[in-house]
Nanobody
Framework: QVQLIESGGGLVQTGGSLRLSCAASGHTFSDSAMGWFRQAPGKEREFVGGITWSIGRTLYADSVKGRFTISRDSAKKTLYLQMNSLKPEDSAVYYC??????????????????WGQGTQVTVSS
């Protein structure tokens, strides 16, 4: 049973930083990709970025490129999302997700197999 548990969300001022974590269990990491998505009230869930677990290839949405960084710690089986220079429009519930048996980073919601419960990020202006 794959479990993904996000943490690290909270309230931060514009220009601030947060680091989200996604602890994974019951998962085969070597041939997988993990992604971050977010969903703001009244909006569809959108791709933020992702990483292939084995070689660390990353992909980012244009809206976060240069501000957000995705990394993983294989020993801790944890995915990270470092968010810098946060803007009010970054406010959303952030989800991590995983897709097995891929060598690329999927960018569409339907491509992912397992999801975490989400963590709220609020950026005040």
């Amino acid at each position: 049973q794959v479990q993904l548990i996000e943490s690290g969300g909270g309230l931060v001022q514009t220009g601030g930083s947060l680091r989200l974590s996604c602890a994974a269990s019951g998962h085969t990491f070597s041939d997988s990709a993990m992604g971050w998505f977010r969903q703001a009230p009244g909006k569809e869930r959108e791709f933020v970025g992702g990483i292939t677990w084995s070689i660390g290839r990353t992909l980012y949405a244009d809206s976060v490129k240069g501000r957000f960084t995705i990394s993983r710690d294989s020993a801790k089986k944890t995915l990270y999302l470092q968010m810098n220079s946060l803007k009010p429009e970054d406010s959303a519930v952030y989800y991590c997700a995983t897709k097995s048996y891929v060598t690329y980073v999927p960018s569409f919601e339907y491509e992912y197999d397992y999801w975490g419960q989400g963590t709220q990020v609020t950026v005040s202006s």
